[in-house]
């Protein structure tokens, strides 16, 4: 049974980073986990910048560690979290700080909201979330902005979307989703999309029957889709087969908005071996558009 006993929290006291410490907090109560927030700052040294012509250089001094621990510490009262979560302050590189925090404390899941602290309106290329994604080696829960503000003080997943490529990490995804479903007593709609040829008409015109290539294509999926699931599973967890044809980011965030999904669980990488750095990848696009919760889990590493 999948259980997250160690949960990191990277916040900025940004909105964003708010609501995705409320989601932590609540799968910390779930599953009786330790739950590390954590601040990153370039440093916490006294540093020279730049200044005018009437003051050439001028000398800033960051807040101190202890009084940015003790900011951490009445936030975290406040939110009734003071018995269960540790604060934690370092200084250095935020994506690569989060990672080492991440392989130091063994997580098993990092939760990250999607917009840093200077408002951007969408998640940018480079950004530390992004960066996470690519290299965190445990799942990662993006949480978007459009995700329901409050959240119940024990957070279950009922209706859960797991798109399905068949690659490695979309199979190892294809096992969390099917755990938390079971937990919950909820479904996983299992969901393949079928990339239709081109968008664009061919230059030329070769004759071939459409319609039966559809059905072999939908008759294969299907195939492949159910012996992914034993039957005994389908036994203790609702699963609904759905198959597609389309671009896969457009029609999973259709998917997800129209039924709709309180969690969509998805491989970190696609067929490819192509991860996140490909701007447009699949897995990004979702983590983008989405309008809940996002987990990505990476596929076993190869020893």
Request: hydrophobic letters at 45%.
């Amino acid at each position: 049974m999948i259980e997250f006993k160690q949960i990191i929290c990277p916040v900025d006291f940004s909105e964003s980073s708010v609501q995705a410490l409320a989601y932590a907090a609540a799968l910390a109560r779930w599953y009786d986990a330790q739950l590390t927030v954590l601040h990153v700052v370039p440093t916490f040294e006294a540093i020279q910048l730049r200044g005018t012509l009437v003051e050439p250089v001028r000398t800033v001094t960051p807040m101190p560690r202890e009084q940015v621990l003790e900011q951490m510490r009445r936030s975290l009262n406040l939110a009734d979290l003071s018995s269960r979560a540790t604060p934690v302050a370092e200084s250095g590189d935020p994506q690569a700080t989060i990672i080492e925090q991440a392989l130091s404390r063994k997580a098993d899941l990092i939760v990250m909201g999607t917009h840093g602290r200077r408002g951007f309106k969408r998640l940018l290329l480079g950004s530390v979330t992004e960066a996470v994604l690519r290299e965190a080696p445990c799942p990662v829960l993006t949480v978007p902005p459009h995700a329901p503000a409050t959240v119940s003080q024990a957070l279950t997943f009922k209706r859960i979307l797991c798109p399905m490529d068949f690659s490695p990490s979309a199979l190892q995804a294809l096992g969390f989703a099917l755990d938390l479903a079971r937990q919950a007593e909820g479904r996983v709609m299992l969901f393949h999309v079928v990339e239709w040829l081109t968008e664009e008409e061919p230059r030329t015109s070769a004759y071939f029957n459409v319609s039966e290539y559809r059905r072999y294509m939908v008759e294969d999926a299907q195939e492949r889709l159910r012996n992914l699931v034993a039957e005994e599973s389908r036994a203790w967890v609702e699963i609904d087969d759905v198959i597609v044809f389309g671009r896969p980011y457009r029609e999973i965030l259709r998917a997800a908005e129209s039924k709709p999904a309180d969690l969509i669980v998805m491989g970190a990488q696609g067929r490819g071996g192509i991860g996140l750095a490909l701007f447009g990848s699949t897995t990004q696009q979702v983590v983008r558009g989405g309008m809940c919760p996002v987990m990505t889990v990476r596929g076993l590493r190869q020893s």
